[in-house]
């Protein structure tokens, strides 16, 4: 509802609004998932939830010349997609404590929605006027985030463990460095968070595999295609 309201908000109001909306949703989620939550969890459970929230919120300010249908299909796929995301959120909590067969398909969903999420964060942060720098921080921020919470969802617990912390600081770098040499492509913001996005898509899918143990040589083939189908899409622009 608090997005809904952004639509018909005055610009200087909008991006505030966007923020405090992003609040709600990290304390709204904290609350809905009080009971079994602790540790770590305030982290890796809270971070998509507020994270994709933004995200959403970010597209609508930056991109307001989109057409009002196209905003309202936007934010009922938003609201179809948050449900999800809480119920996946849900299931990770009460995982933790016991193994319960939801677990595999709550993975599939939060997994699907962190790469949503980071493409619209990479979207958005492009589209700022903010230095070079300070984009290259803001996406290492995120990926670090999202890289954190995704392969958490792989091990669950209440503390961090060391693969998770050490996997998220690697993914973390290889995309800053993925991030730096794009940087010097002449893209236009969308395409630079497209292949940036491919870039993760790689990298976490691969970690997050490695983690369940499933790393197999169909999957490489698998990353390499897309990874090589975006490249040209590129190129040939």
């Known amino acids: 509802a608090g997005l809904i309201v952004l639509v018909f908000l005055p610009q200087p109001f909008q991006l505030p ?11 709204l989620s904290g609350l809905l998932l009080r009971d079994e939550m602790a540790g770590i ?5 809270l971070a998509l939830p507020t994270l994709f929230t933004l995200a959403v919120g970010m597209v609508l300010y930056y991109f307001s010349s989109f057409s009002l249908a196209f905003r309202t299909v936007f934010l009922i796929l938003y609201a179809i997609s948050y449900y999800l995301m809480m119920l996946s959120e849900n299931i990770f909590n009460v995982g933790r404590e016991r193994p319960i067969p939801l677990l595999k398909a709550a993975g599939t969903v939060s997994y699907l929605l962190t790469l949503l999420t980071a493409f619209l964060l990479f979207t958005v942060i492009y589209k700022t006027d903010w230095p070079p720098f300070w ?5 290492g921020l995120m990926v670090f985030i999202l890289a954190l919470q995704s392969l958490w969802t792989v091990v669950l617990g209440s503390s961090l463990n060391d693969q998770v912390l050490q996997g998220s600081i690697l993914l973390t770098i290889l995309m800053l460095e993925l991030t730096l040499g794009l940087s010097f492509m002449p893209f236009e913001s969308f395409f630079r968070a497209l292949a940036l996005s491919t870039g993760f898509y790689v990298v976490i899918g691969t970690a997050y595999n490695y983690l369940r143990k499933t790393l197999k040589e169909r999957i490489f083939v698998e990353y390499a295609v897309v990874a090589a189908v975006v490249i040209f899409f590129l190129v040939m622009l």
Request: aromatic share 10%; charged share 5%; no cysteine.
């Open 17 to 27: 609004w966007v923020v405090l909306v992003s609040l709600l949703a990290f304390i």
């Open 135 to 139: 984009q290259i921080a803001g996406i």
């Open 41 to 45: 969890e305030l982290l890796t459970l």
